[in-house]
Antibody, heavy 120, light 107 residues
Framework: EVQLVESGGGLVQPGRSLRLSCAGS????????MHWVRQAPGKGLEWVSG????????GYADSVKGRFTISRDNAKNSLYLDMNSLRPEDTALYYC?????????????WGQGTLVTVSS | DIVLTQSPATLSLSPGERATLSCRAS??????LAWYQQKPGQAPRLLIY???NRATGIPARFSGSGSGTEFTLIISRLEPEDFAVYYC?????????FGQGTKVEIK
C-alpha cells in the first residue's frame, strides 16, 4: 500500500523558514515524480512545486518561486520542501503527492497533509 | 500560466441524478487534464487522468471527456458518497494549475 507521510509543519513567524518532509513507502520511490500541493483554509488546491524521479526536472508556482526549494533523497525515500521568507499567505495544509509516473505532473496518491501557519 | 475555469461553482442535485461539470482552459492543454474529488477533511482523490481514463478503483459512473480547451466530468447517477468538491488540473504546462473547484451538494 502506498503511503505518504508529511511532517515539519507548525506555527512560524513571517519572514522565517521551515522545512517540510514527506516519507514515502509501499512503492519504488525513485521511479516517480513527486509534488507539493497546498490548500489554504477554506480554499481550493494550489500546486506548489514538483520534481522528477531523478531530480533533474523541477518546477515552482509563481507565488513561491525564489522562496521555496524542492528536493528529494531517493536513498531515504524522502521528499522535502525548504520554505524561506514565509508570508501569511503561505498559511495552508501542505500535501505531498506522488506522480502517476516518472515525470507526468498529475497526482495519483496523496498524503494527509501537514499544516503550516504563518503568523506573528 | 494556464487558467482553468470550472463551472458551475455549485451544483445542487439529488441522489440518482446526473451531474455534468465543466472545465475550460485558457489555452489548449491537449488531453493533459485530470479530475480529482475532495471530501471535507480528506485529501483529494484522483478520478480521471488524460481527460478520459478512470484511475484505479474509480466506479464506471464517473466519466471524462474533452480535449484542447473544453473538458467535462460526468457522474451518471449520483450516489450519496459523490457529494464533494471536484477539481480539474492540467499537466501540459509548468506551472501545473488547478481549477477553482465545483461543489456538488445535495439538493
Amino acid at each position: 500500500e502506498v503511503q505518504l507521510v508529511e511532517s515539519g509543519g507548525g506555527l512560524v513567524q513571517p519572514g522565517r523558514s521551515l522545512r517540510l518532509s514527506c516519507a514515502g513507502s509501499g512503492f519504488k520511490f525513485d521511479d516517480y515524480g513527486m509534488h507539493w500541493v497546498r490548500q489554504a483554509p477554506g480554499k481550493g488546491l494550489e500546486w506548489v512545486s514538483g520534481i522528477s524521479w531523478n531530480g533533474r526536472n523541477i518546477g515552482y508556482a509563481d507565488s513561491v518561486k525564489g522562496r521555496f526549494t524542492i528536493s528529494r533523497d531517493n536513498a531515504k525515500n524522502s521528499l522535502y520542501l525548504d520554505m524561506n521568507s514565509l508570508r501569511p499567505e503561505d498559511t495552508a495544509l501542505y500535501y505531498c503527492a506522488k506522480d502517476i509516473a516518472s515525470d507526468r505532473g498529475d497526482f495519483q496518491h496523496w498524503g494527509q497533509g501537514t499544516l503550516v501557519t504563518v503568523s506573528s | 500560466d494556464i487558467v482553468l475555469t470550472q463551472s458551475p461553482a455549485t451544483l445542487s442535485l439529488s441522489p440518482g441524478e446526473r451531474a455534468t461539470l465543466s472545465c475550460r482552459a485558457s489555452q489548449s492543454v491537449r488531453r493533459d487534464l485530470a479530475w480529482y474529488q475532495q471530501k471535507p477533511g480528506q485529501a483529494p482523490r484522483l478520478l480521471i487522468y488524460d481527460a478520459s481514463n478512470r484511475a484505479t478503483g474509480i466506479p464506471a459512473r464517473f466519466s471524462g471527456s474533452g480535449s484542447g480547451t473544453e473538458f467535462t466530468l460526468i457522474i451518471s447517477r449520483l450516489e450519496p458518497e459523490d457529494f464533494a468538491v471536484y477539481y480539474c488540473q492540467q499537466r501540459s504546462y509548468w506551472p501545473r494549475t488547478f481549477g477553482q473547484g465545483t461543489k456538488v451538494e445535495i439538493k
